[in-house]
Structure formats: C-alpha cells, structure tokens
C-alpha cells in the first residue's frame, strides 16, 4: 500500500468509526451493495461474474476505483458462487445459466426443507440432522447421505465401528466425492475473497464487512420451515421454535465474531422475518426480538459492528429495536421512512440508507440528488448517517449513482 493510499484507507475508515459512533466526521460517508451493477455496468453476464473470478474482479474493482466509496464491498462470497452451486446441485436457489437468464441475479426458492415434526431431531443433535436429512434435502449431490446411519455413537472398536459399513452403499463414494470437489471450488472462494479484501485494501479502500450472521427466527424460517411453515408453528407450536433459536444463538454468535479474525470487525446481518408485514407487535416481541437483540448485544461486547439491514418496513417496531447500546451498530433499511426512524433512533443508532431503487433506476439526475440533499439535511444532521441506496444497485442508471456520489461527497460536508 503506498502513502497516499493508507492516508486514504485511514480517512475512510476514520469517516465511518465516527457516524457509527454518532459524532460528526468531515462529511457524510456513502458506502452502498452494488450487487452485480459493476458486471452489467461494463456489459458483463451476471453468469459470467458468478463463474470467471478474474472477469469479476476486474469489473468490481474498476467500478470502485470509478465511485470510490468509503467502504468497499466484497462481492466474492455471495456473487462468485456458481461452481459451488454446480459442484452440490444447490436446489434453494437458480441463477444466472441454471433456471435463469444469463443477466438475472439469482433467485432463492423458499420451501419447507424441515419438517413440523422433526425439531426434536434438530435440537438433539443439528449436525446430524444437517447432514443425513437437510443436506440431502437442499443438495441433490448429497441425497445418498439420507441412507447413513447417526454417527454420533461410534466411539471405539466394539461400540458402533461397524457403522462405517454404511459408507459402503450405493452412491455414497459418489456423494463423498462430490463433497471434495464442492469443498475444493470452496477453497477457491476463500482465497478469491481474501485476494479481494487484499486488492482494495492496497487501493485505500477499506472492506465493507468482516462476516456475516443471521437472525435465529430468520435462520428457521428462511431456510428450514419456510414462511408459511413457521407462521402455523408460532401457533401450533411455539415451544419448539423458541427453543430452536436458543440452539442458533451461539452459532450464529460465533458466526458473526470471525470478523475479527479477519481484521473487519463489520458483520453484515440481512433481516427478513421481524418485519410490519410477517409477524404483529405481539409476536415480534415474544419470537423475533429476543435473540436478535441478544445477537446484537453478544456481537458488540466482542468488539464487533453490527450492520442490520433490515429488507422492508419495520416503522411500527422502531422504538423497540432502539432498545441496543448507543453508537454501537449501524441499521441499514430498505423500505423504513428513514426520516421517522431518525427522530426515533437518531440518539442510538447509525443509520444507512435508502435512496430509492425506483429513482435510481427510473428517475433523473435531479431526483436523485433533491432526494440525496433532503437524506443529508434531516438524516444527517449532526452525524451517524451513511449514505446508501436502498438496496443493491443491479438495475440503476449509471449517471443516477453518479450523481448519488457525487451530492454526498460536495454536499454532504459538515
């Protein structure tokens, strides 16, 4: 990294530690997900990006060096994806080439891929729940693993070693070698990703975020019971979910600490399911909030940023997730009036956000920046505010991010 461009890495990074810490910086910080803009920007397939690492890389790059944001966001694991997804016949999503077009972003197909009735064997043991009845669900690489035995009783020579007979049926050396490929084109994004973080780094341009982690409630209901599947079991049987989550916790507590591991103590957290429109007041408060905030709590005293992006409209609930240790996270929002979560949240929390997709992808340069000076002025006023477009960039005029930009970096001084 040359001086200058540590002198600019430390500017950047020094502009986002104060709006997260609700003091004032020199000027508004702008850090939005670009999603696959930066490949549709320079006439690049979104299947091209998902496979070609170096294809991805450069278009990425060349688009952060274009805007430079003061975050740059690591697209490796969640974009540069396919061969993972071929090598396990990952069925919760199609993408770009596998049930999509070339330039569609991937899709994710919610179902029910656990069962009411199998919580039980969830909590007695996850791991094998995960692998003999999960993955061979989610993985058709992996369905013969539905033929195994529990493994979590072979303990020596005459307790249980001749289980790994099983290992010998049809299909499972098939399985077996798919889980090495799947595991070898996974090493390959590990080592894409750090190359990444490497790259931008040396460019002055700090990584967005250290990890990831989830939402214990999101966690069931995104990916095991499914909405509808969850909604009926906060009824049928409410028990069972909650102690589900108490089991998440830690998991995803962990999940989210790694960051530091890495040196980006940012950890993203998309949210789904604590929304105005999924769940009341009521339920929100006995099911969603409980472990979230604890999540919250468990991320910060480790010396860690949450970064909650909550992906739809939660105005009703705003002074319940308010409820977090001042000038310690950052709240990302889609579809919340950030104006209404300002007065509310203002004095706790940085916020981020949201310039509607609808003008950046449909309105003129004019709408964007009367939009970008009105966030500035109420938003921003008196610091923890970062400038970001309400969700990824994929379908937004090139000139209207432009301008997104450059409003906040003339106009959002203090």
């Known amino acids: 990294m040359t001086a200058s461009n540590k002198q600019l890495y430390e500017q950047r990074e020094k502009r986002v530690n104060d709006v997260i810490q609700l003091k004032i910086p020199d000027r508004v910080p702008i850090a939005p997900l670009f999603g696959y803009f930066p490949a549709l920007y320079k006439g690049l397939s979104i299947q091209e990006c998902m496979y070609d690492y170096d294809k991805m890389k450069t278009v990425f790059i060349d688009a952060i060096q274009e805007f430079e944001p003061d975050l740059a966001e690591n697209p490796v694991n969640i974009r540069f994806i396919g061969s993972v997804l071929d090598a396990l016949d990952y069925k919760?999503?199609?993408?770009?080439?596998?049930?999509?077009?070339?330039?569609?972003?991937?899709?994710?197909?919610?179902n029910e891929y656990m069962m009411p009735d199998e919580y039980d064997a969830f909590l007695q043991d996850p791991t094998d729940f995960m692998l003999r009845v999960y993955w061979p669900r989610v993985m058709g690489a992996f369905e013969p693993f539905k033929q195994l035995p529990p493994v979590h009783d072979i303990f020596s020579y005459y307790l249980g070693l001749t289980k790994l007979a099983?290992?010998?049926?049809?299909?499972?050396?098939?399985?077996?070698?798919a889980l090495s490929d799947s595991a070898?084109?996974?090493s390959k994004l590990i080592s894409h990703a750090m190359d990444f973080n490497q790259s931008v780094s040396e460019l002055g341009f700090p990584p967005l975020f250290g990890s990831m982690s989830h939402a214990p409630f999101d966690t069931i209901s995104d990916f095991l019971r499914g909405t509808a599947g969850c909604m009926l079991d906060m009824y049928r049987q409410p028990d069972k979910i909650l102690e589900a989550m108490e089991k998440l916790l830690p998991m995803h507590l962990k999940m989210g600490l790694s960051a530091n591991q890495r040196g980006i103590n940012r950890v993203f957290i998309p949210l789904h399911k604590g929304l105005d429109g999924f769940m009341s007041i009521e339920?929100?408060?006995k099911f969603w909030w409980p472990t979230m905030k604890r999540l919250i709590e468990g991320l910060i005293e480790g010396d860690c940023v949450p970064f909650c992006f909550w992906e739809g409209n939660v105005e009703s609930r705003l002074e319940i997730i308010g409820d977090i240790p001042k000038g310690k996270a950052v709240y990302m929002f889609e579809n919340t009036d950030l104006f209404k979560a300002k007065e509310i949240l203002g004095d706790t929390v940085c916020l981020k956000g949201n310039v509607p997709l609808s003008i950046l992808a449909t309105g003129t340069t004019d709408d964007v920046k009367t939009y970008c000076k009105k966030l500035i002025?109420?938003?921003?006023?008196?610091?923890?505010f970062i400038m970001d477009s309400s969700t990824v960039l994929d379908d937004a005029k090139p000139d209207?991010?432009?301008?997104?930009f450059k409003?906040?970096?003339?106009?959002?001084?203090y």
Do not use: C
């Not at 099983?166 to 070698?177: T, V």
């Not at 002025?377 to 923890?384: P, Q, T």
């Not at 409003?407 to 001084?413: A, L, Q, S």
């Open 92 to 110: 919760p999503l199609k993408w770009a080439g596998h049930g999509l077009s070339p330039k569609a972003s991937y899709q994710y197909v919610e």
């Open 166 to 177: 099983f290992f010998h049926q049809d299909g499972i050396a098939d399985a077996l070698q």
């Open 184 to 186: 070898r084109e996974a």
């Open 283 to 285: 339920q929100f408060k």
């Open 377 to 384: 002025d109420i938003v921003g006023k008196g610091g923890g």
């Open 400 to 404: 209207n991010i432009r301008t997104m």
């Open 407 to 413: 409003t906040t970096k003339e106009y959002g001084r």
